[in-house]
């Protein structure tokens, strides 16, 4: 149905040696300081995604201050969570021309900025702009960098790596939960978002950790393999050849590009020696006007990529299975966010409040998320496991799950339901590994911004819609039959196109053996 994650994107042949010498693999990569970057997308998951877990502590101080209705004031939470997911595109541009590490301390501060600035609001619009606006803006240019510098530093063990530093969610939801209840309390909701925004300024800490890999390591994750890797790609070779001739590995304009870019360099160099035996004043000049052209240089080659990927020849949009998962990550995401906004209504509405306040529903979700998210990253790091196989299972389950949970009336069977959704919902650790087998290391950046962008409408649109549909029916069960329904088409598309795509892929083999 789908080729693993060693057999798409990359052509193999005979690269495993260079000059007939074995080329010795990087020690950072599944290794060394590759468990640093781990750590780091694991405290950036607490700060952000745990922050935005524990938003409904300020949302009740903020109903209070400024007297303001439900609806309106929910939004600033909603823009939060939902810009940070939605400027994913935009996020790969900053990627692609100043790499992961600049791109995630701009984001820091940008997100700290948010926080103080939000402590001196004098109305819900002006939370509008500082929290949901400038904060979300700097969460997205932390979060995308935190997972593609993990998907960059693995290669055997991605789906357990991104699993641990993901885990960071739900323990973010716990301590951030607790840091700002406690800080409200003692300190009021103005002081405790100044305090927090002093403390989101670790997340340019966890910004500097992520060194970059140099593009010789790049190459050499992809070309060292054990042997079973390697017949593995050679029995579903058709998949790597259908993504070629789809554009996303063209090389030709890119190299172009180098050209023009070496050629500029090259004359200021030629520049530079010629004038040596100028002043220094014109020295100092020429350095200036080198340093200027490098960077003049760094952001064409970033732009370029950046535009190729989406508009270029060698668009990512030239992947059918690729738009397939964006069409799929429309409507996921809301399917896990609806359960947790409207299961207390629904506990309340059965009676079973007493219950619930012994141990939320809510918190089963979580805690289960967790060991979800470590547990099927172990079995898709198995090398006879297919990680397209466990992520479709666990879709299958959790929409199991959603079109179920209705139908529970005890607390039991809520609870059995609750943590099924939270080990299956666990998947979304899979998703970056799953769009770099799609698209390869060097796309990551840009695809997954439009992942989580799609990611970003679904969690922003999916909830006022779940109450819109209670509006109408005053019963919340068709908000997850709705939601359950279209979730089911998303996977319906997942399992589609790759059939498609195979059979098109065998078809045009069986042409070419003809002719």
Same mark, same amino acid.
């Given at each position: 149905m789908y080729a693993s994650r060693e057999d798409i994107g990359y052509d193999f042949g005979d690269d495993s040696k260079v000059g007939n010498k074995p080329i010795k693999p990087n020690p950072n990569i599944d290794g060394g300081w590759a468990w640093m970057i781990v750590l780091s997308s694991f405290l950036v998951h607490i700060l952000i995604m745990g922050s935005q877990m524990a938003l409904g502590i300020l949302n009740m101080e903020w109903l209070e201050e400024f007297n303001q209705s439900r609806g309106l004031t929910a939004w600033v939470s909603s823009l939060s969570m939902g810009i940070t997911l939605i400027v994913g595109p935009f996020i790969g541009l900053f990627i692609s021309m100043c790499g992961c590490r600049t791109t995630a301390i701009i984001g820091g501060i940008l997100n700290a900025l948010g926080w103080i600035l939000s402590a001196y609001a004098s109305n819900v619009h002006y939370l509008f702009l500082t929290f949901g606006v400038t904060a979300g803006i700097g969460s997205g240019m932390v979060y995308l960098p935190a997972v593609v510098m993990v998907g960059q530093y693995f290669q055997n063990r991605r789906a357990l790596a991104q699993g641990l530093s993901t885990t960071g969610t739900g323990f973010g939801a716990f301590l951030m939960t607790a840091l700002l209840k406690y800080l409200c309390t003692e300190f009021g909701w103005r002081n405790a978002m100044f305090i927090q925004g002093a403390i989101s300024l670790n997340l340019c800490v966890c910004g500097a950790l992520m060194r970059p890999l140099s593009p010789k390591d790049l190459r050499e994750k992809y070309v060292v393999r054990n042997d079973s890797e390697e017949n593995r790609a050679k029995a579903l070779s058709h998949s790597t050849e259908t993504i070629k001739s789809n554009g996303v590995l063209g090389e030709e304009p890119e190299k172009k590009e180098e050209a023009a870019n070496e050629e500029v360099l090259g004359s200021v160099q030629h520049i530079e020696i010629g004038g040596k035996s100028g002043s220094g004043r014109s020295m100092s000049g020429l350095r200036l006007f080198k340093t200027v052209s490098q960077l003049t240089v760094t952001v064409r080659k970033g732009f370029a990529l950046w535009y190729s990927s989406y508009f270029g020849a060698a668009s990512l949009f030239t992947n059918r299975v690729f738009v397939a998962f964006i069409i799929w990550a429309l409507f996921a995401y809301s399917s896990f966010v609806i359960p947790f906004i409207h299961l207390p209504e629904i506990v309340k509405q059965y009676n079973l409040s007493r219950q619930d306040n012994v141990f939320p529903l809510t918190s089963i979700i979580a805690i289960v998320h967790i060991f979800g998210k470590v547990i099927l990253g172990i079995i898709s790091d198995l090398p006879c496991i297919s990680t397209w196989n466990v992520f479709l299972m666990a879709n299958f389950t959790l929409v199991t799950c959603i079109l179920t949970l209705p139908l529970m009336q005890t607390y039991i069977g809520l609870a059995v339901v609750c943590a099924l959704i939270?080990?299956?919902? &666990? /998947?979304?650790?899979?998703?970056?590994?799953?769009?770099? %087998?799609?698209? $390869?290391?060097?796309?990551? =950046?840009? =695809? /997954?911004?439009?992942?989580? @962008?799609?990611?970003?409408?679904?969690?922003?649109?999916?909830?006022?819609?779940? $109450?819109?549909?209670? %509006?109408?029916?005053?019963? /919340?069960?068709?908000?997850?039959?709705? =939601? $359950?329904?279209?979730?089911?088409? &998303?996977?319906?598309?997942?399992?589609?196109?790759? @059939?498609? *795509?195979?059979? *098109?892929?065998? #078809?045009?083999?069986? #042409?070419?053996?003809?002719?």
């Open positions: 939270g080990f299956s919902s &666990g /998947y979304f650790s899979l998703m970056p590994v799953v769009t770099e %087998d799609l698209v $390869g290391t060097k796309h990551l =950046a840009n =695809a /997954y911004g439009i992942i989580i @962008c799609a990611n970003g409408i679904s969690a922003l649109f999916g909830p006022p819609f779940a $109450g819109w549909i209670y %509006d109408i029916t005053r019963k /919340y069960d068709f908000s997850f039959y709705i =939601a $359950g329904l279209l979730y089911m088409v &998303g996977i319906i598309f997942l399992l589609i196109q790759p @059939c498609i *795509q195979k059979k *098109q892929s065998r #078809e045009k083999s069986t #042409e070419e053996a003809q002719v």
